[in-house]
């Protein structure tokens, strides 16, 4: 995986660079580089909006190209441009427009907040990807899939697979952007019933169900570009500019992978992940269903069956499994689908019981006992702000990690 | 796992605290036009919760009603409140229908004294809520309050509350629903729960 570490201060930049150490092949672009690098962006951009730029001045600048995941620090004061005072989240829009690098990352914008209890999502007002602090890049669970990390927030990608899946995600929208957004995904019906209010607001353009919106709403609904720039890339686009095409295509996935996230995945009322799926019907680890360890080799599944007993898995797993899985962090399931299947509500009421006292907690990506009785502390709840059915969820609260809002966590709203 | 009175109805009032939230202005009048004090937050349910309305303490929290996660054929809204009488925890249900008289019962222990014919868990009719003290404003009164007092199956403060619960949700897909709502991600606590529903219809 190829990382670029773009700083307005080189000291800052070999920080990052150290952090990340040997886990990726990193390059860095900082101070007058940077500066450079952006100026000869920026005249680009400019020539492109106007309509003036050759196709291959729509080509990503040398300086960007051939990365997997830009790292930005969200302080770019040093650099010296004229103009408005820079930050990060001010050009990751342009760098997702017209550049090729798939995924970014916004470095420090928050660093009072490790894990984000609003919305298990990290920092919602970011415009990049993910936001991370300069500590997080040293944490194995962006690395590693089998990190040994205490804090491991289940919300966190690893980063070369997130890389890998938003070049699919864009390849996806390049064939079928004109699809309605519900079929190209494979929504099935009951799904209606299921999405917020929130989740369904993309959808609803007033002037179509939201069943048959397309995929242009994500794109036309962005926040990363002003909308006279997304306007003006829109018609460039549809007056067939391979670049605005392009660019068109990597707002819109990123959009529709953070609505994903939030509002579709993140509420698991709609698409539901193998640990929250085991919360729910524990009898589904099969035999190790008494045990905590069958429970936490779940997390770690990444081929079918994912650790969950063979035959229920194919009976009633498999029909209901989310195939698009370049828009998700991992297998994924339709909750609709398995929640109308009374062969597992009938489970559930004859299982003997015999199951851990566990819950699913989200800062470690992992079960743990509830009680004192085991080597943990007993989970803490905490209510989020999503909208849905599961809002509580719990944390184990590991040391020295900062969790924000603390007025959501009981017990800590001190 | 042992069940847990007080996280019952924890659980079970912040999911009618959520529902009526989300309630029609139109629901909201119906309810204040008979005066009833509803409780419309966590915090508040949760003292009503843990240090219930005592009519017989000579101080106290008041009586106050939680919403109830519940809209079924003609009942507009439900509310119900705990309280401690002279034999131990009660539930009074109210019920709301959209234009006529609200509709009150107590889910009550069984007495402890001799002298009454009430030695079971049951529910009756109410025209007030607690003993007596709280009026329910366009309650139809006089009711036959003693007669009929149905058998509630159970003796505990918990199935006392489930039987209440399942006579507003019904059972299946209706209490158990609930239950998977209030204790979703805590699977144990959710079966602990739903097998004492089921134990206590005999299903």
């Given at each position: 995986?190829r990382?670029?570490?773009?700083?307005?201060?080189?000291?800052?930049c070999?920080?990052?660079?150290?952090?990340?150490?040997?886990?990726?092949?990193?390059?860095?672009?900082?101070?007058?580089?940077m500066?450079?690098?952006?100026?000869?962006?920026?005249?680009?951009i400019s020539?492109?909006?106007?309509?003036?730029?050759?196709?291959?001045?729509?080509?990503?600048?040398?300086?960007?190209?051939?990365?997997?995941?830009a790292?930005?620090?969200?302080?770019l004061?040093?650099?010296?441009?004229?103009?408005?005072?820079l930050?990060?989240?001010?050009?990751?829009?342009?760098?997702?427009?017209?550049t090729?690098?798939?995924?970014?990352?916004?470095?420090?914008?928050?660093?009072?907040?490790?894990?984000?209890?609003?919305?298990?999502?990290?920092?919602?007002?970011?415009?990049?990807?993910?936001?991370?602090?300069?500590?997080?890049?040293?944490?194995?669970?962006?690395?590693d899939?089998?990190?040994?990390e205490?804090?491991?927030?289940?919300?966190?990608?690893?980063?070369?697979?997130?890389?890998?899946?938003?070049?699919e995600?864009?390849?996806?929208?390049?064939?079928?952007?004109?699809?309605?957004?519900?079929?190209?995904?494979?929504?099935?019906?009951?799904?209606?019933?299921?999405?917020?209010?929130?989740?369904?607001?993309?959808?609803?353009?007033?002037?179509?169900?939201?069943?048959?919106?397309?995929?242009?709403?994500?794109?036309?609904?962005?926040?990363?570009?002003?909308?006279?720039?997304v306007?003006t890339?829109?018609?460039?686009?549809?007056?067939?500019?391979?670049?605005?095409?392009?660019?068109?295509f990597?707002?819109?996935?990123?959009?529709?992978?953070?609505?994903?996230?939030?509002?579709?995945?993140?509420?698991?009322?709609v698409?539901?992940?193998?640990?929250?799926?085991?919360?729910?019907?524990?009898?589904?680890?099969?035999?190790?269903?008494?045990?905590?360890?069958g429970?936490n080799?779940i997390?770690?599944?990444?081929?079918?069956?994912?650790?969950?007993?063979?035959?229920?898995?194919?009976?009633?797993?498999?029909?209901?499994?989310?195939?698009?899985?370049?828009?998700?962090?991992?297998?994924?399931?339709w909750w609709?689908t398995?929640?109308?299947?009374?062969?597992?509500?009938?489970?559930?009421?004859?299982?003997?019981?015999?199951?851990?006292?566990?819950?699913?907690?989200?800062?470690a990506?992992?079960?743990?006992?509830?009680?004192?009785?085991?080597?943990?502390?007993?989970?803490?709840?905490?209510?989020?702000?999503?909208?849905?059915?599961?809002?509580?969820?719990?944390?184990?609260?590991?040391?020295?990690?900062?969790?924000?809002?603390?007025?959501?966590?009981?017990?800590?709203?001190? | 796992?042992?069940?847990?009175?007080?996280?019952?109805?924890?659980?079970?009032?912040?999911?009618?605290?959520?529902?009526w939230?989300?309630?029609?202005?139109?629901?909201?009048?119906r309810?204040?036009?008979?005066?009833?004090?509803?409780?419309?937050?966590?915090?508040?349910?949760?003292?009503?919760?843990?240090r219930?309305?005592?009519?017989?303490?000579?101080?106290?929290?008041?009586?106050?009603?939680?919403?109830?996660?519940c809209?079924?054929?003609?009942?507009?809204?439900?509310?119900?409140?705990?309280?401690?009488?002279?034999?131990?925890?009660?539930?009074?249900?109210?019920?709301?229908?959209?234009?006529?008289?609200?509709?009150?019962?107590?889910?009550?222990?069984?007495?402890?004294?001799?002298?009454?014919?009430?030695?079971?868990?049951?529910?009756?009719?109410?025209?007030?809520l607690?003993?007596?003290?709280?009026?329910?404003d366009?309650?139809?009164?006089?009711?036959?309050?003693?007669?009929p007092?149905?058998?509630?199956?159970?003796?505990?403060?918990?199935?006392?509350?489930?039987a209440?619960?399942?006579?507003?949700?019904?059972?299946?897909?209706?209490?158990?629903?609930?239950?998977?709502?209030?204790?979703?991600?805590?699977?144990?606590k959710?079966?602990?729960y739903?097998?004492?529903?089921?134990?206590?219809?005999?299903?």
């Open positions: 995986m990382i670029l570490v773009c700083d307005d201060e080189q000291v800052q070999q920080r990052t660079m150290k952090a990340i150490g040997s886990r990726a092949e990193v390059s860095d672009l900082a101070g007058g580089q500066k450079s690098a952006l100026t000869v962006l920026f005249e680009r020539k492109a909006l106007n309509g003036d730029a050759k196709s291959e001045e729509w080509e990503c600048p040398n300086e960007f190209k051939g990365y997997d995941v790292i930005i620090d969200n302080n004061t040093a650099l010296g441009l004229e103009g408005a005072r930050t990060g989240e001010t050009i990751v829009g342009y760098l997702r427009a017209f090729d690098i798939p995924y970014i990352i916004s470095l420090n914008k928050n660093v009072h907040v490790d894990f984000d209890i609003r919305y298990l999502f990290g920092d919602y007002q970011s415009l990049a990807d993910l936001a991370l602090n300069t500590k997080h890049l040293r944490n194995d669970r962006l690395w899939p089998e990190f040994r205490e804090f491991a927030p289940w919300y966190w990608p690893r980063l070369a697979d997130a890389a890998k899946r938003r070049r995600q864009v390849r996806f929208l390049e064939t079928r952007f004109d699809e309605p957004v519900w079929k190209a995904l494979g929504f099935p019906m009951e799904a209606n019933e299921y999405l917020s209010l929130r989740a369904k607001s993309p959808l609803s353009s007033g002037e179509r169900e939201p069943q048959e919106a397309r995929f242009d709403v994500f794109f036309g609904g962005t926040r990363t570009l002003p909308p006279a720039e306007k890339l829109r018609k460039l686009a549809s007056d067939g500019v391979g670049g605005a095409r392009g660019a068109m990597r707002i819109a996935a990123y959009e529709l992978d953070r609505w994903i996230r939030r509002d579709v995945l993140g509420t698991q009322d698409l539901i992940d193998p640990p929250h799926l085991v919360a729910q019907m524990p009898f589904l680890v099969g035999e190790n269903a008494h045990d905590i360890h429970w080799a997390v770690a599944g990444v081929e079918p069956n994912f650790g969950l007993d063979r035959t229920l898995f194919e009976r009633h797993l498999a029909p209901a499994r989310f195939l698009h899985e370049m828009w998700v962090p991992g297998p994924c399931f609709p398995l929640k109308a299947d009374e062969d597992l509500t009938e489970r559930f009421f004859a299982a003997d019981g015999d199951w851990p006292d566990a819950v699913f907690c989200e800062d990506s992992r079960f743990v006992v509830v009680g004192n009785g085991g080597e943990h502390r007993s989970p803490l709840e905490f209510e989020t702000e999503l909208e849905g059915s599961w809002g509580r969820r719990y944390i184990t609260y590991v040391d020295d990690y900062a969790y924000t809002p603390r007025s959501r966590i009981f017990g800590k709203a001190r | 796992m042992d069940p847990s009175i007080n996280e019952l109805l924890l659980a079970y009032a912040r999911l009618g605290l959520d529902h939230s989300k309630e029609s202005q139109r629901v909201k009048r309810a204040r036009a008979i005066r009833l004090d509803i409780t419309t937050k966590i915090d508040v349910a949760a003292r009503a919760v843990t219930p309305f005592e009519p017989f303490a000579a101080t106290g929290e008041p009586m106050r009603l939680i919403p109830m996660p809209k079924q054929n003609r009942v507009f809204a439900a509310f119900f409140a705990p309280w401690i009488g002279r034999d131990g925890l009660s539930f009074d249900l109210v019920v709301l229908s959209e234009q006529g008289a609200p509709f009150a019962f107590r889910f009550e222990p069984g007495s402890q004294y001799a002298t009454t014919a009430h030695g079971y868990d049951h529910v009756q009719m109410n025209e007030s607690g003993q007596r003290q709280v009026e329910l366009g309650a139809v009164t006089p009711l036959p309050t003693r007669y007092a149905f058998p509630i199956p159970g003796e505990s403060p918990v199935t006392r509350f489930l209440m619960a399942v006579s507003m949700h019904g059972f299946p897909r209706g209490v158990d629903r609930i239950l998977d709502d209030a204790f979703k991600g805590h699977a144990l959710r079966k602990t739903l097998d004492m529903t089921a134990q206590m219809l005999g299903k």
